[in-house]
């Protein structure tokens, strides 16, 4: 870990935390004082010098205490309007058109340039503000340009090759080399990112590659049986995926329809909403943060601390673990808001990374609120969208549980193993078991979570433990008398001190 870049974020989100705060932005404020606690948290586990940073600590989170009653009384800032909306769909059209045109793609930049056009001028004609129809009459302009020098460069554009290598099949042979099949990318699993921005090509059994290196006619015959998950084929991810189109003139909806919802859910849900409808600047990350993650009556815990480990993992140690999983992504490789709707999220299921689309429709409660697991930066989406992905996958919200092993390898890819913890366990050694987690911990090699069993209330009591639910390790500490753990309960994220118990280790 690297305790510097450590301070300099705590520093950072301090600074914005005071600012919201100061302008009465108690939500913004609350986020930010809570990111400011965390880096400095993760900057003394990396051996910072920095004076009085428990200290610091403490007053921050006592700043968030006092604040959540402000936050509650605050009325809400006012949402965008739908031509505000449709104003940024634009945007995102003519952005995804400009990456396209840059590829080399001329006929799907020139669509997207055009479906732009076509939104700016209707949106324009649907509002009497002046400021808004300029902005979206500049941007139709500079799309048409745009559009219009494409297509003359396309046809002022010499051919390349001769009539007889334009037939098809019916024709003749074309010259040339034929090209390869798809290439289908898997990440190196595990602790090991140094191959993290190079991922390993294994192509498909169209390619010329020897034998040993691509799939079998058996293998790609499990691939294709496996795909099928609960009614809904969810195929391997392969690195044309990477080229997926996210940019539409209008919202994308998903033609599988709406998950199905818990009866939990049920008895509160009032209607489904999309991210501009509850806050009114939507986007995907502020910052990666275990501490910002909430559950709700979904009964997805384990996958809720999953979710916390990976994001606590990326952030201490500045890997993309769970952030390179969401798309669309800028050319930094950073995952973005959509304003048209449509994600994509890569999940290692039944074997091989599969891609799952979802659109972005959240269920909503009686009280505007969400009746999902969510940031608690409203603005933020990808607990939800990530969750929903899943949650997709696994049949929907109304989801019986699962298992921190099913879940990790699931969003990260690496592999599980599970520890019986419990006292009538004769080959579990306790001190040998706590030293191997402590060291793997503390190199980065190892992602914790624990899980309780049946107990009674007294005994919940006495741990500050909830029965049967599971809980993200955010640390592993040697204290004088015994070990203990550092857990995040994703019910109502608090943090807690408990023994070193641990149901289950991913490597």
């Known amino acids: 870990m690297d305790c510097t870049a450590l301070e300099h974020d705590a520093v950072k989100f301090a600074k914005t935390a005071v600012i919201s705060d100061q302008n009465g932005k108690y939500n913004d404020a609350v986020f930010y004082y809570k990111e400011a606690a965390q880096a400095l948290i993760y900057a003394g586990m990396a051996g910072s010098k920095l004076e009085g940073i428990q200290d610091k600590v403490n007053e921050y989170l006592d700043r968030v205490q006092a604040l959540h009653n402000a936050v509650q009384a605050q009325s809400s800032d006012p ?34 340039y055009t479906q732009a056009v076509e939104l700016c001028i209707q949106t324009s004609n649907d509002t ?85 290196q691509r799939y079998t006619p058996e293998e790609i015959e499990v691939l294709r049986s496996t795909s099928k998950i609960n009614s809904i084929a969810f195929v391997p991810f392969m690195s044309v995926d990477l080229k997926e189109r996210f940019a539409f003139p209008v919202p994308f909806s998903d033609k ?18 999309r991210p501009d409808e509850i806050c009114n600047n939507p986007t995907m990350i502020l910052s990666v943060s275990s501490f910002s993650i909430k559950q709700t009556v979904v009964s997805d815990c384990s996958f809720v601390a999953s979710l916390a480990i990976s994001a606590a993992y990326e952030r201490r140690y500045n890997k993309k673990l769970i952030t390179s999983i969401i798309y669309p992504q800028n050319r930094r490789g950073e995952p973005e808001y959509n304003p048209c709707g449509k994600y994509m999220v890569k999940l290692h299921i039944n074997g091989v990374p599969r891609k799952v689309i979802i659109d972005d429709f959240l269920p909503c409660g009686q009280n505007g609120e969400l009746l999902c697991s969510y940031s608690s930066n409203r603005n933020e989406l990808w607990v939800s969208l990530i969750e929903k992905a899943y949650m997709k996958v696994m049949g929907g919200y109304d989801f019986p549980g699962s298992n921190s092993n099913i879940d990790l390898h ?36 190892v992602l914790i979570t624990t899980a309780t069993g049946v107990m009674t209330e007294e005994e919940g009591e006495r741990w500050g433990l909830v029965p049967t639910h599971a809980y993200a390790v955010l640390d592993v500490r040697e204290h004088k008398v015994s070990p203990f753990g550092q857990t995040l309960k994703p019910l109502d994220c608090l943090l807690r001190y408990t023994t070193p118990l641990s149901s289950t280790i991913v490597f």
């Open 79 to 112: 949402l965008k309007s739908k031509q505000q909306v449709d104003l940024e769909r634009a945007h995102f059209l003519v952005t995804q058109a400009f990456e396209e045109d840059e590829k080399g793609n001329g006929d799907e930049a020139i669509e997207l």
């Open 128 to 212: 009497t503000d002046q400021g808004l129809q300029a902005k979206l009459k500049q941007l139709a302009r500079q799309a048409l340009d745009r559009a219009e020098g494409l297509k003359e460069s396309q046809s002022s554009r010499p051919s390349t090759q001769s009539p007889q290598d334009r037939q098809g099949p019916s024709g003749g042979k074309p010259s040339g080399n034929v090209e390869p099949g798809p290439v289908r990318q898997f990440f190196p699993l595990g602790p090991d990112f140094s191959l993290q921005d190079r991922p390993q090509p294994v192509r498909s059994v169209q390619s010329s590659e020897p034998q040993g």
């Open 256 to 273: 599988l329809g709406k998950l199905a919802l818990s009866p939990k859910q049920k008895a509160l849900f009032s209607r489904w909403v």
């Open 410 to 445: 699931a969003l990260t890819g690496w592999i599980p193993e599970r520890i019986a913890m419990h006292s009538d366990n004769q080959s579990f050694k306790k001190d040998d078991t706590f030293r191997m987690l402590y060291q793997r911990f503390h190199r980065g090699d």
